[in-house]
């Protein structure tokens, strides 16, 4: 059981980004599932979830309206288009299941983060 994050590196604030989330080992159709982000000094913070079967999604606040979640039940992956980036969006993004939506919980599976770098 895997969740591989891909899509991460250095963009000017501004620009685009699109990370890549592919599962192994299980199929992504019965679960919650979205990104999570650290940066540097910080705790590690909810930026979206996804329902994977019914497609409900939930953003934090301050990504609202730049970033979006979406699914591709036949490659069992998930994605997270990052727009209008912010050098305050920079961290390190993990993909994860997400049973309490944007909160951490103990149940959370974690997959490996990708780094995210916004310059100003």
Do not use: H
């Amino acid at each position: 059981v895997q969740l591989q994050a891909s899509g991460g590196g250095l963009v000017q604030a501004g620009g685009s980004l699109r990370l890549s989330c592919a599962a192994s080992g299980f199929r992504l159709n019965n679960y919650y599932i979205g990104w999570f982000r650290q940066a540097p000094g910080n705790l590690r913070e909810g930026v979206s979830c996804m329902s994977v079967s019914d497609g409900t999604t939930y953003y934090a606040d301050s990504v609202k309206g730049r970033f979006f979640i979406s699914r591709d039940n036949a490659k069992n992956t998930i994605y997270l288009q990052m727009t209008m980036l912010k050098p305050e969006d920079t961290a390190v993004y993990y993909c994860a299941t997400c049973p309490g939506k944007l909160v951490i919980t103990t149940d959370n599976y974690w997959g490996q983060g990708t780094l995210v770098t916004v310059s100003s």
